[in-house]
């Protein structure tokens, strides 16, 4: 079984948005957008994971116009990232370290089949480069695994990953001040998280990736923030959870703490496949 966590670039009409996460069907267990960020993130799992995740490729390319297109999130196309997450047979979220081969495996035939059937460039990300690399490198040392050689002329590129679940988090601070956010995200980055400081809605926010959320969950990002923060004069004034959660960073989160963090339980992977009758 696998996770397929969509990012589209488009989080402003929710027609299109709508359409496009339809596609998905009964695959579709989360769908988050962001109209600052202008994105969408749609979390597709289950047993017809790949079909769905074509579908919804599919549907983008055909409503998302990236020359239209302006955020403050990095993007390289309309259809932006398409990683593939393993799970167990029951939809257990599997821990770093455990056999990547599935994924690995839908990264690589969807990204011939986006080449193939959308004239789609596909960067490949995973354990041979990072998806931060990726963005670096494109189109300027970095050829496409897949497709032309040059960007869609509306669709741009994509990149395709296989990874394990992570953790896509947002702390929003008291302060419009672009640069303070920067320099907490600078101070916060590590092996376990990768963090960026965006302007957004008038004020600022810590977006980050929680990459090894069993070591560095959403309570020590919150924490660390929070002390980075208060040394600059500013606090972080809400939490915001993008997709879903591995249920474990919920079992290991102290209850009282659920609302700050913005964390549910029923806002796990897992609960959403349980909860879905085609898994």
Sequence with gaps: MLECVVNVSEGRDTSVISAVAAAGGDQVLDVHNDPDHHRAV??????????????????????????????????????DVVPFVP?????????????????????????????QDLALPCFCYGPERTLPEVRRRAFVDLEPETGPSQPHPTAGACAVGARFALVAYNLWL???????ARAIARALRGPAVRALGFAAGGMTQVSCNLVDPVHFGPVRAYDAVDHLAHELGVEITRAELIGLVPAHVIASTPTERHRQLDLDPER???????ATPAT
């Design 268 to 274: 796990t992977i897992e609960a959403r496949l349980a």
């Design 42 to 79: 749609i979390t597709l799992g289950g047993n017809e994971t790949e079909d769905a995740a074509r579908a919804v490729a599919r549907r983008t390319v055909e409503l998302v116009d990236l020359r239209r297109h302006c955020g403050v999130h990095p993007r390289m196309g309309a259809l």
């Design 87 to 115: 799970l167990g047979p029951e939809g257990a979220v599997l821990p770093i370290g455990d056999d990547l081969t599935p994924a690995l495996a839908a990264r690589d035939r969807f990204a011939r089949w986006a080449a």
């Design 174 to 180: 008291s302060t419009p001040e672009t640069q303070v």
